[in-house]
């Protein structure tokens, strides 16, 4: 099953901007805390190509990236046709 999900930490600034993008698309994600979930760091570099910074933000098998990735996308127009690919 397709969904999103997000690789983030409790304190990151970028992490909150894509959680209240993602909230006011209207869309559900997983959000994976790596700095309360150990090991989740480790899985995250290996999906992302060794990106270490958070967010690192995947719908479907596709990886958007941070929150400048996905804001680049909203704005685009591309975001909403993502989503709309997403199982309801």
Not at 4 to 20: D, E, K, L
Not at 60 to 88: F, S
Request: hydrophobic share 35%; net charge positive; with cysteine.
């Amino acid at each position: 099953m397709s969904e999103i999900v997000m690789y983030s930490t409790g304190w990151c600034g970028y992490c909150q901007r894509a959680r209240n993008l993602l909230e006011r698309k209207g869309a559900a994600f997983r959000e994976i805390k790596v700095d309360e979930v150990p090991g989740e760091r480790e899985v995250m570099l290996q999906k992302s190509n060794g990106r270490r910074t958070v967010p690192q933000i995947f719908i479907g098998e596709r990886h958007i990236g941070g929150y400048d990735d996905l804001a680049a996308l909203d704005r685009a127009g591309e975001l909403d046709k993502l989503l709309a690919q997403l199982p309801k």
